[in-house]
């Protein structure tokens, strides 16, 4: 006899998982044999640099590595951090109060609403989004209030329009520019209005930063905390993984607020005991290296966004070019979802590609195609949408 084991409500009650649909699609094609071009996931093709990796052979080989590291990171990997930030940002952080390492972004972004959310407590989430910020709410008893992200908007949220009561009783409020998936930007102009309203509302602004590095034409986008006043009321959200194509690392941090950072913390050293130290020496190596390993990366995603979003157009489909990012953001045709499109694609083109309200349902009537295949293929998605009776 088996026991009977009742998963937690947190887990039950998680939304369905809107690409099991895609997912069981893909498998079936891909036993049949069938050439898929994936173009779904946000996980970039390009290996890390060699200096990198090369660093991470010498310090893995180093018997002090090989132990506990404290929790927060390294003195020198938050040393380095600060160095970056204010290379880059004209941000000066302490790296003693300032900044904590994090086993990539997603793990901090899921413990910020541990340490800062209350069952009842609501947290102020864009939609579409990154789902860890609304799944940190309710893993943690929060409620989320969607503010949706629309083209008339310009894919930023509309304060003004967050009711006087809901601002109130606010405890949190996530943004994430440059923006996955709508690949949309933010300016100084709009940090501003967001840190307005954190210091009216005492809501708490996490910004997550993790596509600052992956921009085009020259552009370089802002951390948050180049704006007046942020560090009153926010944290930020960055990371290794898309910077240097480091997804697979682990590798992250958050940086602003003290009180914020030290909370994050709190829990941290509670849950986990920190980032493999070898790997902190590596992202060191690649934090000092910065623009030097970056702009061969920019360059790569800048041409294919160049070839897709030609292609995409050619062949009668609606999006702006992005700005930064690896995602391009596309209007679906008439007459059908974004559930019937991905769809479509995947089984008349074999181009799998994930539905804009996968990420929240103001995403209905977008899919997002990303950047991270060759630029070869990326040829051969439009040839094969043009193939395709749209
Ligand atoms: C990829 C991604 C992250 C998380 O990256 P880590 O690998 O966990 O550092 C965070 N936010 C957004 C919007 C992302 O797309």
């Keep these: 006899m088996g026991l009977v084991f009742k998963k937690s409500r947190r887990i039950s009650e998680l939304p369905p998982y809107l690409f099991v649909e895609i997912d069981r699609k893909k498998r079936d094609a891909l036993a049949r044999g069938v050439d898929l071009i994936d173009l779904g996931v946000g996980d970039p093709d390009i290996p890390t640099p060699a200096k990198v990796v090369e660093k991470l052979i010498e310090a893995a080989s180093k018997p002090i590595n090989h132990r506990y590291p404290f929790s927060a990171g390294l003195m020198e990997f938050r040393q380095a951090v600060a160095n970056w930030y204010e290379r880059r940002f004209r941000v000066r952080l302490d790296p003693a109060k300032e900044v904590l390492s994090l086993i990539g972004s997603k793990e901090g972004i899921a413990n910020m609403a541990v340490a800062f959310v209350d069952p009842g407590d609501l947290v102020v989430v864009p939609s579409p989004c990154y789902p860890v910020y609304p799944v940190g709410t309710s893993f943690n008893g929060g409620k989320n209030y969607f503010l949706p992200l629309t083209i008339e908007n310009r894919f930023l949220p509309d304060l003004d329009a967050i009711p006087a009561e809901v601002a109130r009783q606010a405890r949190m409020l996530w943004i994430n520019y440059p923006n996955n998936p709508t690949a949309a930007v933010a300016d100084g ?135 930064a990012t690896f995602y391009v953001w596309v209007r679906v045709p008439q007459g059908l979802t974004s559930a019937e499109f991905a769809a479509k694609l995947l089984d008349e083109a074999g181009v799998i590609t994930t539905p804009g309200n996968g990420f929240g349902e103001p995403g209905e009537g977008y899919i997002r195609f990303t950047l991270c295949v060759d630029k070869e293929r990326l040829k051969e998605v439009a040839e094969r949408i043009q193939r395709l009776k749209l």
């Design 189 to 323: 102009e709009f940090f501003a209005r967001v840190v307005e309203f954190a210091l009216r509302y005492n809501v708490i602004v996490c910004h997550d930063a993790a596509y600052t590095e992956i921009a085009f034409d020259g552009y370089r986008p802002m951390s948050f905390l180049e704006v007046a006043g942020a560090r009153e009321v926010g944290i930020e959200f960055h990371s290794l993984s898309k910077t240097f194509n480091m997804t697979g690392w682990r590798i992250g941090m958050a940086v602003g607020n003290p009180e914020l950072v030290s909370g994050l913390a709190q829990v941290k050293s509670n849950v986990d005991s920190g980032a493999f130290q070898a790997v902190q020496e590596a992202a060191i190596e690649a934090l000092g290296r910065g623009d030097e390993i970056v702009e061969p990366t920019r360059k790569v995603f800048q041409e294919r966004r160049d070839i897709l979003v030609s292609g995409l157009r050619a062949v009668g489909l609606e999006c702006e070019t992005p700005r």
